[in-house]
T-cell receptor, first 111, second 115 residues
């Protein structure tokens, strides 16, 4: 079983701070990495994906990938209470057909 | 454009009953997926269909069957429901089955309770 590990949290940050969410994976053959946000009682929605080493920025979100360390992270700048949700890290399988999901990190942004 | 739709939204079954969860997408996607999500377990893949006419087992297929009815629809059947199948079920789809950078889009989910 390919492992995708995330700290379950909750991670609590004050409004306006940077939230840092981390994910490690076991399959060295994985090529693509996704961050989904899931509000309570709702379905996962894609925030961003990354497949090259380094940083990828989209608005207040930055994904960071280090394939040598098998580590991917998501930074949320200027965190808002509306960012409070569970963040799921997903890693593509070798076939490209399926995703392996971590259990998610619960983020709480306090006003 | 409704995206991925699922029916029903909620369902309560008794042990041993059967039911079919329906999923449809209107994005002309080729691949479709069924996941279950349990507290503390994350999303686990039950079955997927890489393209119309094909289905494959995922991580937790036992107790389930699937049918890819056509390109739009992918159903999940519980033949004899068990309390261990109490979960939230999500259907997802994506355009290109073999393209690992392609995004999966999720439906709203079906909340199933088996008594």
């Amino acid at each position: 079983q390919k492992e995708v590990e995330q700290n379950s949290g909750p991670l609590s940050v004050p409004e306006g701070a940077i939230a840092s969410l981390n994910c490690t994976y076991s399959d060295r053959g994985s090529q693509s990495f996704f961050w989904y946000r899931q509000y309570s009682g709702k379905s996962p929605e894609l925030i961003m994906f990354i497949y090259s080493n380094g940083d990828k920025e989209d608005g207040r979100f930055t994904a960071q990938l280090n394939k040598a360390s098998q580590y991917v992270s998501l930074l949320i700048r200027d965190s808002q209470p509306s960012d409070s949700a569970t963040y799921l890290c997903a890693v593509s399988s070798n076939s490209g057909y399926a995703l392996n999901f971590g259990k998610g990190t619960s983020l709480l942004v306090t006003p | 454009n409704a995206g991925v739709t699922q029916t029903p939204k909620f369902q309560v079954l008794k042990t041993g009953q059967s039911m079919t969860l329906q999923c449809a997408q209107d994005m002309n996607h080729n691949s479709m997926y069924w996941y279950r999500q349990d507290p503390g377990m994350g999303l686990r893949l039950i079955y997927y269909s890489a393209s119309e006419g094909t289905t494959d087992k995922g991580e937790v297929p036992n107790g389930y069957n699937v049918s890819r009815l056509n390109k739009r629809e992918f159903s999940l059947r519980l033949e004899s429901a068990a309390p261990s199948q109490t979960s939230v079920y999500f259907c997802a789809s994506k355009w290109n089955p073999g393209q690992d950078t392609d995004t999966q889009y999720f439906g709203p989910g079906t909340r199933l309770t088996v008594l």
